[in-house]
Each structure stands twice: as C-alpha cells, then as structure tokens.
C-alpha cells in the first residue's frame, strides 16, 4: 500500500522509458478518436481483426477491473500515444497502455513540456509496481495518481502528473462535404512527411564553440530537429540541428568529462554532458534511432 502524501520518483530512465476535457463538438475531440481509430484502422488493412491482434495480456492473466481506470488505453502504441499527448494534451498529461515490447507489464506515457516520456508500470501477479510504490489493487492505483504524483527520471526533470488523459471522450457527427476531387499528379517522392515520434528534453551541458566553455542549455528533441534554449522556460532556440545534417553520434573520452558524448555534423561537432552515465546513454540511443528512422513510422524499442 502506498504511503499517502509521498511522492514516487521514478528511477527508470526516460527512454523506457487530466482529465482532458474538451469542448462539446470542439476539434480536439475529433483528432483524439481518429488517432484512437488509427491503429484499428491500419490493421483492418491488412486484413486481420481487433480480435485477431496479439495483445500483451492474455485477458485471464490481465489485473482484475483494469476497464475502472477511466485513462487506460488498452494496447494502443507508443506512436498514437505520443501523438495522442502531444496534439491535444498539455504538460501534466498522463496515460496508461499496455507495453508494447515487455509482456505483462504497462507503460506510463507523460506529457514533459514537450516531449513524451514513458515509465514502467509493473503487475506481477498480485500488485501493481509503480516507482517505488506497491498497490494492491485498481482502487489503490487511482486513488495514488489522484494525489497528483510527482515522477522524474536520470534527466532530474520532475513532472506533477496532474491531468489524465481519458480512454473515452465525445466527437461530433459531422463531416466536411466533398465539392472537389481530381488527380493533383505525381507525387516528388523526395516529399515525405516526418511523423513525430520518440521524443526526449532535457538539461546537457554543451562546450562552446569558439570560447570553448561549458555551459547548460535546455534540449529539446522532436521530429527530426534538436533543438536548445538558455532555459527550460525560453521559447525561441539558440540554435536548431537538423538530423538529416548528423552523420555520427558516440560517446566521448576527448574532454576528459564523464558522461560526454558527441555529435557530427558537417560543419561543427558538439560535445555534451549529460547529468549520468545512463541518461548519456538514453541521449545516444535516441538520437541514433533517429538517424536510422529518419521519418519515425517504425517502433523504437521502449
């Protein structure tokens, strides 16, 4: 049983790393559901049913009442509920799924600013693991998250968890009128779209380039740009890095720093701190994906 009034900080790093409630008939609502219905949708394609799909939990094994949970969201992925968090929710924002590559275990996907962070949440039988608390049961699990928890990985970002996101929300009947429908030709194969997916902020600490100080910024990573800011609470970048301009990323021992690792680019390398040798690790990891996932339509490993 959890201790009321304690926070749980959660020591699992990042990468594994409200109710929201909108307006009757307002477009929030709309892109909720046809994000929701996306995955259905694409496996309604390829010829397979709901019933079809292989889920995490066999429902003999999956915790009892789970459907009580008003923010859990079955087994949608890691890409809808970044997508979900990201266009209609706000820093806070938190949901519950089923894991996508650990079976009969959940992940926790937040709302950090600007980016998504996904936590483990464990059922091993008998309890549910969150953090460093232990719940016995659905009740126990909601009565905690409505205490407003408070979570942070290895980045040292803490997130007030303070606005569920909700499984079920209204949309309106109603559909745009097609006046227009002709060839628009061929298609520059070059124009792809960059899907967002497998987000990552945090504090790095960037050497200079031509004062060759240390100083602390602010990054952010989304879509296919790394960004970073004087501060957390800055809204206009120093600078922006577009990935597709990377051609390496590894750790580094040249500046005799723990937990540095650098970045190529064609005109410049730089060098970044992180605050552990695990979140470095997260750095890396993600960033590489990126560059192997240029327009992020695949699943990154949580």
Not at 174 to 193: F, L, Q
Not at 237 to 257: E, F, Y
Request: with cysteine.
């Amino acid at each position: 049983m959890a201790q009321p009034g304690i926070p749980y900080i959660s020591s699992s790093a990042p990468d594994r790393s409200s109710l929201i409630v909108s307006p009757p008939g307002g477009p929030r609502n709309h892109i909720h559901n046809a994000l929701q219905t996306r995955l259905s949708d694409d496996v309604t394609r390829s010829g397979m049913t709901q019933s079809m799909m292989p889920l995490n939990f066999e429902e003999a094994n999956r915790p009892p009442q789970m459907e009580q949970i008003p923010w859990y969201h079955y087994n949608i992925s890691r890409h809808i509920a970044e997508s979900l968090l990201i266009s209609t929710g706000e820093d806070g924002s938190y949901l519950l799924r089923d894991s996508t590559t650990k079976v009969g275990e959940f992940s926790l996907s937040v709302r950090s600013k600007d980016a998504v962070k996904h936590f483990p949440v464990r059922w091993d039988g008998q309890y549910f693991i969150f953090g460093f608390g232990k719940f016995a049961n659905v009740h126990e699990l909601i009565s905690h998250f409505q205490s407003k928890p408070v979570i942070g990985g290895d980045s040292g970002i803490l997130t007030l968890l303070k606005h569920p996101y909700p499984r079920e929300v209204e949309e309106p009947d109603v559909y745009d009128s097609i006046r227009v429908h002709t060839e628009g030709g061929s298609k520059d194969e070059n124009e792809k779209p960059t899907f967002a997916i497998a987000s990552k902020d945090g504090y790095l600490t960037k050497l200079g380039q031509h004062r060759k100080t240390w100083k602390t910024r602010w990054f952010v990573l989304y879509k296919n740009e790394l960004s970073y800011f004087k501060s957390r609470e800055d809204k206009t970048p120093i600078r922006t890095i577009n990935l597709k301009d990377v051609s390496a990323i590894t750790a580094d021992n040249s500046q005799s720093k723990e937990n540095c690792f650098r970045l190529v680019t064609s005109t410049r390398t730089f060098f970044l701190i992180a605050c552990s040798g695990q979140e470095a690790e997260d750095w890396i990891k993600i960033l590489r994906w990126k560059l192997e996932h240029p327009f992020g339509t695949e699943s990154i490993q949580e």
